[in-house]
């Protein structure tokens, strides 16, 4: 059974940083294809940042490239967004997701419940 737990949000002011985790539970971590998402209000969901443990491959959004960091601590089983000079237009629901086969867009078979994080 996959579970996936996320954490770490809250209320901050612009220029403030905030580590985002995920506890992942039922996973194999050696060949996992792994992602942040976020959605705002009235907006569609979008990638943040994905991670293939297997080949250690990254991607991060623009918006994210320069201040957002993921990571995955495989002996904790948890995975990690670090967010730094945070900005009003990174408030959103912050998920986590994860899929042992490489998905498409964001069809990952396994899903957080969530995360909010506002910034204002």
């Known amino acids: 059974h996959v579970q996936l737990v996320e954490s770490g949000g809250g209320s901050v002011q612009p220029g403030w940083s905030l580590r985002l985790s995920c506890a992942v539970s039922?996973?194999?971590?050696?060949?996992?294809?792994m992602a942040w998402f976020r959605q705002a209000p009235g907006k569609e969901r979008e990638a943040v940042a994905t991670?293939?443990?297997?080949?250690?491959?990254?991607w991060s959004a623009d918006s994210a490239k320069g201040r957002f960091t993921m990571s995955v601590d495989c002996a904790k089983n948890t995975l990690y967004l670090r967010m730094n000079n945070l900005k009003p237009e990174d408030t959103a629901m912050y998920y986590c997701?994860?899929?042992?086969?490489?998905?498409?867009?964001?069809?990952?078979?396994?899903w957080g419940q969530g995360t909010q994080v506002t910034v204002s």
């Open positions: 991670i293939y443990t297997g080949g250690g491959m990254t």
């Open positions: 039922g996973v194999s971590y050696s060949q996992y294809y």
């Open positions: 997701a994860a899929d042992p086969d490489c998905p498409t867009g964001d069809l990952y078979r396994y």
